[in-house]
């Protein structure tokens, strides 16, 4: 069973818009990470945030973590159709810890 | 610099034939890792090698599945025999010193009638 759950599960929003995700999980974490997955690909990783670290930025990615509330939120800003995917947050496996992948946010971006 | 590389790409079986799955990881890396991924779900860790030696495969259902990496390089997984539920797709994913961050490969889309 997968010990993060991501919300919404799906996400329809217009072209320039923000897209919010959220995950939940219910270990602890050293560090908490975002991955991308394009129909049909591979995954890719986007961004890291140590446990230690509240908030991150990447270009138009945001970050937050919250390990009192064991929560993470990404914020994809100003929205492309590019961004269509579904995003993932994870844990590393090689930490002991069993998070590992959560369910998953399938985001589709309308042009 | 080459990504992970897998092979084959799509995979139509029967139930229960044998069916191999074959990853070559990035040059260098010693962890490498398979997942199975369901349909609209994310990937389960099925099992961890560091260099050659399995580290993790709680997850790995050994009664149909094996997976070996003899020289600590790439990787073979064998489902023998496949199940109907069997069908997903499998991810093969390596990473280097640290091993916070995992690149994956493109995926071995398995269906099995």
């Known amino acids: 069973s997968q010990q993060g759950e991501e919300d919404p599960q799906a996400l329809s929003i217009q072209e320039g818009e923000n897209a919010t995700m959220n995950c939940s999980y219910k270990?602890?974490?050293?560090?908490l990470q975002w991955y991308r997955q394009n129909s049909g690909r591979g995954l890719v990783h986007l961004i890291l945030?140590?446990?230690?670290?509240r908030e991150k930025h990447s270009g138009r990615l945001r970050v937050t973590l919250d390990t009192s509330k064991k929560s993470s939120s990404l914020l994809i800003t100003a929205s492309r159709a590019a961004d269509t995917a579904s995003y993932f947050c994870a844990t590393p496996p090689n930490t002991g810890n069993q998070f590992y992948f959560g369910t998953g946010t399938s985001l589709t971006v309308i042009p | 610099e080459a990504g992970v590389v897998q092979s084959p790409r799509y995979k139509i079986i029967e139930k229960k034939q044998p069916v191999a799955f074959w990853c070559n990881p990035i040059s260098g890396h010693n962890t490498l890792y398979w997942y199975r991924q369901n349909l609209g779900q994310g990937p389960e860790l099925l099992i961890r090698?560091?260099?050659?030696?399995?580290?993790?495969d709680s997850q790995l259902p050994k009664d149909r599945f094996s997976a070996e990496r003899l020289k600590g390089v790439d990787s073979t997984l064998k489902i023998q025999p496949a199940e109907l539920g069997d069908s997903a797709v499998y991810l093969c994913?390596?990473?280097?010193?640290?091993?916070?961050?995992?690149?994956f490969g493109p995926g071995t889309r398995l269906l099995v009638l």
């Open positions: 994913a390596s990473s280097g010193q640290g091993g916070e961050t995992q690149y």
């Open positions: 270990t602890s974490i050293n560090n």
């Open positions: 090698y560091e260099n050659e030696e399995a580290v993790d």
């Open positions: 945030i140590r446990s230690n670290e």
